[in-house]
């Protein structure tokens, strides 16, 4: 169990600089933003207020459903991301793997393009 | 008598009141009854023999005292037989109706319903039949009819964002509004039914970065594909028309500048000739050339505008500046020529305001040595590079017969195929002088029509190197001393010149009685004036056939099943000016 | 606790170091892209504000900072509000993980400290790749909360370019590792050592990683919403996109978020694919302990070239229209990466290291 804290204490020096970072990061962002509020003018009024659509009066409210092309983009790129990510470590050990893990991945990634080429020949990579 | 006044007396013997060629002018004309306009129309449009094809304009006039008060006037044109006609039919005051021609040229549509706005005239079987130029809930009348009066009825002052003197500063700046009087634009606020439509409505200006002014465009979006665009114009509408009825035709000149505010030469060109033709001028050889040289100079300014903003709109942004890089240098040249950049108001009726002096002359060879290597560094940076081509070729794509059908002109004709060119058709100037081609193009996408803009502006500097190699020496004003305003050293010396010059500009020259529509090739097309004079100083009725108005008719056509990214691309494409769209 | 004390302030004068070169690489940048451009196109570019217009980064931040923000009436205020940092916070915390400089460790006060990088953790590069996907988010929720249509299309937009590219990103990366052998950017700096010739992008054996450095190229591009790949926010055709709505000190985030991730992926380049702090040629480089002046100057050197680059093609380049950029990503970077994937594990394998 002394190999686990002392994994957890090496975790705990490399990660806490990116937590104490991130608190960082955004305390400027949230301080700056408190701090332009407190100097800025305050004037709001109707029209300025009005969302931007050209200097007319909007017809509708943009929440609104209407019909987006992304949806079978997004599927795709859930499904291919997990791949890529699978080939992450795969790379990394690469020089450990060997010849093995060479033809294992070259299957992977011919089942990639099987995927890939089905996803094009139907057309869901034509945006629209 | 012309072949086609006689084919129509003879078809139409009842329908054809009278028929008329103007001797002087050339300019051929029918009377014809009300109820059988669209019948004649259709047969001059149909008939292989007549083959007017190409609507140039719809216009009105009114006049007062005639039993029948309206007259509605209708110019084709024929491309294959390159002759034109005019149409004219009255109609009565209580029921001012008339067929419409949308159904034979599409392009009628837009100028139907200018005439229907500005006039009151309404077009049965026209599918739209609104106002155009004025904003639909306009309650005043008709602004064109001769008893409205022209600083309107009033209706401007009842605006509430025209700031009075007698109210008090409002408070509210200084405090937050109450919630509840806030207008909050939320889904609950919609009718039951809006929610249900899949199409989204937006808005594309009139203040949007790329409508080119104040053009408004309302979308129907099917995801980022236009459904359907709406034109709503009229946001720069001035009453141009309407404001020449009381000026006399010298001062309308300055007026000219502002239709197409980034091209006034050749508007100032296109009215000066219009007005000549009326009054039947003999411009002096060296004027020509004079005018010529300017014109086209004037061209390569439009052109190099557009070029510039049309690759501004599509992203390409060092093109912009280099463009106008090349346009300063030809404005400077304008203001040594007349002291201004954009509103010239360089031609006079007769002639021109200053002269080309050698030393202008010289400035302008410098330009010319250097300017074909510029449109090669534009071409650099546009013609090859594939993400240019891709934005342009195959979007916006309109075939030569439904160009002509819409009754485009100008580069946006040609790119279809069709080598409509007034300098070509109808020469003035000194264009049948000098040698130069009409670039036409092949696919009638936005990648032909920036391709024969480009190829035009390098026949622009073909023509102007001509025009300054044959310049001769001479006035460069018409000696009419009825109808131009004698020199000034004249004027100073002798007593005759002097009684001419206090007349004109005093009470203005009479043209005789008549009417004359004529074309001019500006940089966005055909740019035409037509005139109605009743032999006062002051013109009855102006009407400007301005392409960019026209081109607008076709918009919904061109834009439909294309995206939201291609619709900044044809207004680039047509090289719209609203100054002049809107009038 | 002494030690704890001493490695936090370590820590935190690290991270405020470096929070402050980007932060004023950022300003920096704001007036260098506009005087390069400017210079591209003939003309002056800001001259006013100080000499040369030296200061008007100055201004126009204070200028923002004193600026109203407005929320439009509809909005949804919590998400609007959160939406700029959103986007700035990711953009800023990717260079805990960047290699500034060599990867030395001293000895302060009896605690270890590696100078020239905040943390040196083993999966530097997918945590870069984390937090710009959640840079995404807060473009599209800014889109959204605007309540503006423009906005919104703009959100959209940039939901799917960003998710294309970043597949294409991922995918470029891939060949890198395999060469490098690790997930850490110090360990695949230190594996480019020795000169230009070492480097991934022109290392010959096994095979030179350029074109998945050209791909990587393309694809940040996009990622960072820079023309020819700036749709979300085509100013000609959605007026400013998914932050239309924005004013103030909210809009100057958006646009600081931006050009933090240009530097941010200029930086990944140059650790990737240029070698990171190592000199071109070995002679170059400073011996002993002057190492770090030629390090961090040829780390910056690098950096600022990739960033020039950006401006480069923002000045030659129109932009592209919505289903080119799709096919573009989808059709042409995907399976050429691919393709590099393959052909350099096959070499790999043939020629180890």
């Given at each position: 169990?002394?190999?686990?804290l002392?994994?957890?204490?090496d975790?705990?020096?490399?990660?806490?600089?990116?937590?104490?970072?991130?608190?960082l990061?955004?305390?400027?962002?949230?301080?700056t933003?408190?701090?332009?509020?407190?100097?800025?003018?305050?004037?709001?009024?109707d029209?300025?207020?009005?969302?931007y659509?050209?200097?007319?009066e909007p017809?509708?409210?943009s929440?609104?459903?209407f019909?987006?092309?992304y949806?079978?983009i997004?599927?795709?790129?859930?499904?291919?991301?997990?791949?890529?990510?699978?080939?992450?470590?795969?790379?990394?050990?690469?020089?450990q793997?060997g010849?093995?893990?060479l033809?294992?991945?070259?299957?992977?990634?011919?089942?990639?393009?099987?995927?890939?080429?089905?996803?094009w020949?139907?057309?869901?990579?034509?945006?629209? | 008598?012309?072949r086609?006044?006689?084919?129509?007396?003879e078809?139409?013997?009842?329908a054809?009141?009278?028929?008329?060629?103007d001797?002087?002018?050339g300019?051929l004309?029918?009377?014809?009854?009300?109820?059988d306009?669209?019948?004649?129309?259709?047969?001059l449009?149909?008939?292989p023999?007549?083959?007017?094809?190409?609507?140039?304009?719809?216009c009105?006039?009114?006049?007062?005292d005639?039993l029948?008060?309206?007259?509605?006037?209708?110019?084709f044109?024929?491309?294959?037989?390159?002759?034109?006609?005019?149409?004219?039919?009255?109609?009565?005051?209580d029921?001012p109706?008339?067929?419409?021609?949308?159904p034979?040229?599409?392009?009628a549509?837009?100028?139907?319903?200018?005439?229907?706005?500005?006039?009151?005239?309404?077009?049965?079987?026209?599918?739209?039949?609104?106002?155009?130029?004025?904003?639909?809930?306009?309650?005043?009348g008709?602004?064109?009819?001769?008893?409205?009066?022209?600083?309107?009825?009033?209706?401007?002052?009842?605006?509430?964002?025209?700031?009075?003197?007698d109210?008090?500063e409002?408070e509210?700046?200084?405090?937050?509004?109450?919630?509840?009087?806030?207008?909050?634009?939320l889904?609950?606020?919609?009718?039951?039914?809006?929610?249900?439509?899949?199409?989204?409505?937006?808005?594309?200006?009139?203040?949007?970065?790329?409508?080119?002014?104040?053009?408004?465009?309302?979308?129907?979006?099917?995801?980022?594909r236009?459904?359907?665009?709406i034109?709503?114009?009229?946001?720069?509408?001035?009453g141009?028309?309407?404001l020449a009825e009381g000026?006399h035709y010298?001062?309308?000149?300055?007026?000219?500048?502002?239709?197409?505010?980034?091209?006034a030469?050749?508007?100032?060109?296109?009215?000066v000739?219009?007005?000549?033709?009326?009054?039947?001028?003999?411009?002096?050889?060296?004027?020509?050339?004079?005018?010529t040289?300017?014109?086209?100079?004037?061209r390569?300014?439009?052109?190099?505008?557009?070029l510039?903003?049309?690759?501004?709109?599509?992203?390409?942004?060092?093109?912009f500046f280099?463009?106008?890089?090349?346009?300063?240098?030809?404005?400077?040249?304008?203001?040594?020529?007349c002291g201004a950049?954009l509103?010239?108001?360089?031609?006079?009726?007769?002639?021109?305001d200053g002269?080309?002096?050698p030393?202008l002359v010289d400035?302008?060879?410098?330009?010319?040595?250097t300017f074909?290597e510029?449109?090669?560094?534009?071409?650099?940076?546009?013609?090859r590079?594939?993400?240019?081509?891709?934005?342009?070729?195959?979007?916006?794509?309109?075939?030569?017969?439904?160009?002509?059908?819409?009754?485009?002109t100008?580069?946006?004709?040609r790119?279809?195929?069709?080598?409509?060119?007034?300098?070509?058709?109808?020469?003035?100037g000194?264009?049948?002088?000098?040698e130069?081609?009409?670039p036409?193009?092949k696919?009638?996408?936005t990648?032909?029509?920036?391709?024969?803009?480009?190829?035009?502006?390098?026949?622009?500097?073909?023509?102007?190197?001509?025009?300054l190699?044959q310049l001769?020496?001479?006035?460069?004003?018409?000696?009419?001393?009825?109808?131009?305003?004698p020199?000034?050293?004249n004027?100073?010396?002798?007593?005759?010149?002097?009684i001419?010059?206090?007349i004109?500009?005093t009470?203005?020259?009479?043209?005789?009685?008549?009417?004359?529509y004529?074309?001019t090739?500006?940089?966005?097309g055909?740019?035409?004036?037509?005139?109605?004079s009743?032999?006062?100083?002051?013109?009855y009725?102006?009407?400007?056939?301005s392409?960019?108005?026209?081109?607008?008719?076709?918009?919904d056509?061109?834009?439909?099943?294309y995206?939201?990214?291609?619709i900044?691309?044809?207004?680039?494409?047509?090289?719209?000016?609203?100054?002049?769209?809107?009038? | 606790?002494?030690?704890?004390?001493?490695?936090?302030?370590?820590?935190?004068s690290?991270i405020?170091?470096?929070?402050?070169?980007?932060?004023?690489?950022?300003?920096?940048?704001?007036?260098?892209e506009?005087?390069?451009?400017?210079?591209?196109q003939?003309?002056?570019?800001?001259m006013?504000?100080?000499?040369?217009?030296?200061?008007?980064?100055?201004?126009?931040?204070?200028?923002?900072?004193?600026?109203e923000?407005?929320?439009?009436a509809?909005?949804?205020?919590?998400?609007f509000?959160?939406?700029?940092?959103?986007?700035?916070?990711p953009?800023?915390?990717?260079?805990a993980?960047?290699?500034f400089?060599?990867?030395?460790?001293?000895?302060?006060?009896?605690?270890?400290?590696?100078?020239?990088?905040?943390?040196?953790?083993?999966?530097?590069v997918?945590?870069?790749?984390?937090?710009?996907?959640i840079?995404?988010?807060?473009?599209?929720?800014?889109?959204?909360a605007?309540?503006?249509?423009?906005?919104?299309?703009?959100?959209?937009?940039?939901?799917?370019?960003?998710?294309?590219?970043e597949?294409?990103?991922?995918l470029?990366?891939?060949?890198?590792?395999?060469?490098?052998g690790s997930?850490s950017?110090?360990?695949?700096?230190?594996?480019?050592?020795?000169?230009?010739?070492?480097?991934?992008?022109?290392?010959?054996?096994?095979?030179?990683?350029?074109?998945a450095?050209?791909?990587?190229?393309?694809?940040s591009?996009?990622?960072?919403?820079?023309?020819p790949?700036?749709?979300?926010?085509?100013?000609?055709?959605?007026?400013?996109?998914f932050?239309?709505?924005?004013?103030?000190m909210?809009?100057a985030?958006?646009?600081?978020?931006?050009?933090?991730?240009?530097?941010?992926?200029?930086?990944?380049s140059?650790?990737?694919?240029?070698?990171?702090?190592?000199?071109?040629l070995?002679?170059?480089q400073?011996?002993?302990?002057?190492?770090?002046?030629?390090?961090?100057?040829?780390?910056?050197a690098?950096?600022?070239?990739?960033?020039?680059?950006?401006?480069?093609?923002?000045?030659?380049?129109?932009?592209?229209?919505?289903?080119?950029?799709?096919?573009?990503?989808w059709?042409?970077?995907l399976?050429?990466?691919?393709?590099n994937?393959?052909?350099?594990?096959?070499?790999?394998?043939?020629?180890?290291?």
């Amino acid at each position: 169990m002394v190999g686990g804290l002392d994994l957890f204490l090496d975790y705990l020096a490399k990660y806490s600089p990116i937590v104490v970072f991130i608190i960082l990061a955004a305390g400027f962002g949230i301080v700056t933003l408190v701090l332009s509020y407190l100097v800025q003018p305050k004037y709001p009024e109707d029209e300025k207020l009005s969302v931007y659509e050209c200097g007319s009066e909007p017809f509708s409210d943009s929440r609104m459903p209407f019909p987006v092309r992304y949806y079978v983009i997004a599927m795709l790129f859930v499904i291919f991301d997990i791949e890529v990510i699978f080939l992450y470590p795969w790379a990394v050990t690469f020089d450990q793997l060997g010849v093995i893990g060479l033809i294992e991945m070259m299957i992977f990634i011919g089942l990639f393009v099987v995927a890939y080429v089905y996803a094009w020949r139907k057309g869901a990579l034509e945006w629209d | 008598m012309h072949r086609v006044l006689e084919t129509l007396h003879e078809r139409f013997p009842e329908a054809v009141v009278s028929v008329g060629e103007d001797p002087q002018r050339g300019d051929l004309s029918a009377q014809v009854r009300a109820q059988d306009l669209v019948d004649v129309a259709r047969f001059l449009h149909d008939d292989p023999g007549m083959a007017f094809d190409h609507i140039t304009d719809i216009c009105s006039a009114d006049y007062p005292d005639d039993l029948e008060r309206f007259e509605v006037i209708y110019h084709f044109l024929s491309l294959p037989h390159n002759s034109r006609i005019r149409l004219k039919a009255r109609l009565p005051e209580d029921n001012p109706t008339i067929g419409s021609v949308t159904p034979i040229w599409k392009g009628a549509n837009f100028l139907e319903r200018e005439v229907y706005d500005l006039m009151g005239i309404t077009f049965e079987g026209h599918p739209d039949l609104r106002r155009i130029l004025l904003p639909e809930d306009y309650e005043e009348g008709y602004p064109l009819r001769k008893d409205f009066p022209t600083e309107g009825k009033g209706w401007r002052s009842t605006f509430d964002f025209i700031p009075r003197l007698d109210e008090p500063e409002s408070e509210w700046t200084e405090r937050e509004i109450p919630q509840d009087q806030r207008h909050v634009f939320l889904a609950g606020d919609q009718p039951e039914t809006a929610k249900r439509t899949t199409e989204l409505l937006l808005n594309m200006g009139p203040q949007h970065p790329s409508t080119h002014g104040v053009l408004r465009v309302v979308l129907e979006l099917d995801g980022e594909r236009v459904a359907k665009a709406i034109p709503d114009m009229g946001y720069l509408h001035r009453g141009v028309e309407k404001l020449a009825e009381g000026l006399h035709y010298m001062q309308v000149v300055p007026h000219t500048d502002r239709l197409d505010y980034v091209c006034a030469m050749t508007n100032n060109y296109a009215y000066v000739r219009a007005v000549e033709k009326l009054v039947g001028v003999t411009i002096p050889e060296r004027a020509e050339y004079i005018r010529t040289i300017v014109a086209e100079v004037q061209r390569i300014v439009g052109h190099l505008f557009w070029l510039g903003t049309q690759a501004l709109d599509i992203g390409a942004m060092t093109v912009f500046f280099w463009t106008f890089r090349e346009r300063e240098v030809l404005l400077d040249f304008f203001e040594q020529l007349c002291g201004a950049r954009l509103t010239l108001n360089y031609f006079r009726i007769g002639g021109v305001d200053g002269d080309l002096t050698p030393a202008l002359v010289d400035r302008l060879r410098e330009f010319l040595k250097t300017f074909p290597e510029h449109v090669q560094e534009y071409d650099t940076l546009l013609q090859r590079n594939r993400i240019w081509v891709a934005r342009t070729k195959n979007v916006a794509v309109i075939s030569a017969e439904d160009a002509i059908n819409f009754g485009l002109t100008g580069p946006t004709l040609r790119g279809s195929g069709v080598a409509y060119d007034v300098r070509k058709t109808e020469p003035y100037g000194v264009y049948d002088r000098v040698e130069w081609d009409v670039p036409v193009g092949k696919g009638g996408d936005t990648y032909d029509r920036y391709w024969i803009r480009v190829e035009e502006m390098k026949q622009s500097a073909r023509i102007i190197e001509q025009c300054l190699d044959q310049l001769p020496e001479g006035p460069i004003v018409a000696d009419m001393p009825k109808v131009i305003p004698p020199a000034k050293p004249n004027v100073m010396r002798d007593m005759e010149s002097l009684i001419h010059h206090f007349i004109i500009f005093t009470q203005g020259f009479k043209p005789p009685k008549g009417e004359t529509y004529c074309a001019t090739e500006v940089p966005k097309g055909e740019l035409g004036f037509f005139l109605i004079s009743d032999g006062s100083p002051r013109p009855y009725r102006m009407k400007i056939r301005s392409p960019s108005f026209v081109h607008m008719g076709a918009f919904d056509f061109m834009a439909r099943g294309y995206l939201i990214s291609d619709i900044i691309t044809i207004f680039g494409t047509y090289d719209i000016v609203m100054g002049e769209c809107d009038r | 606790m002494f030690d704890t004390s001493i490695k936090l302030a370590l820590t935190l004068s690290q991270i405020g170091a470096v929070m402050g070169v980007v932060l004023l690489t950022v300003a920096v940048l704001t007036l260098l892209e506009r005087k390069v451009l400017s210079w591209m196109q003939d003309r002056m570019g800001p001259m006013e504000v100080g000499p040369y217009g030296v200061l008007q980064p100055v201004a126009d931040g204070l200028k923002l900072f004193f600026k109203e923000d407005i929320i439009p009436a509809g909005a949804n205020k919590i998400m609007f509000s959160l939406a700029p940092i959103l986007v700035l916070v990711p953009a800023l915390i990717g260079f805990a993980v960047i290699p500034f400089g060599p990867n030395w460790t001293i000895d302060v006060m009896g605690v270890e400290f590696k100078p020239f990088v905040i943390s040196d953790i083993n999966i530097g590069v997918l945590y870069i790749l984390a937090f710009a996907s959640i840079g995404a988010y807060g473009v599209i929720l800014g889109g959204w909360a605007s309540n503006s249509k423009y906005s919104l299309l703009g959100g959209l937009r940039s939901a799917a370019q960003l998710i294309s590219y970043e597949l294409n990103v991922g995918l470029a990366i891939v060949g890198v590792l395999l060469l490098a052998g690790s997930l850490s950017l110090v360990e695949i700096t230190e594996a480019q050592a020795g000169g230009f010739w070492n480097w991934f992008a022109f290392d010959p054996v096994p095979f030179p990683q350029f074109i998945a450095f050209v791909i990587f190229l393309i694809a940040s591009v996009a990622e960072t919403n820079r023309l020819p790949f700036d749709l979300p926010e085509a100013e000609s055709e959605l007026v400013a996109g998914f932050f239309t709505e924005y004013s103030g000190m909210r809009f100057a985030f958006f646009f600081m978020a931006e050009y933090a991730n240009m530097i941010l992926v200029s930086c990944m380049s140059t650790v990737l694919f240029f070698g990171g702090w190592h000199a071109p040629l070995p002679f170059l480089q400073a011996p002993g302990m002057f190492a770090w002046v030629t390090g961090i100057f040829w780390f910056t050197a690098k950096v600022y070239f990739f960033l020039f680059l950006f401006f480069w093609i923002r000045a030659t380049l129109p932009r592209l229209r919505y289903d080119q950029l799709m096919r573009f990503g989808w059709k042409v970077l995907l399976p050429i990466a691919l393709g590099n994937i393959v052909v350099t594990s096959v070499l790999a394998y043939i020629f180890p290291n």
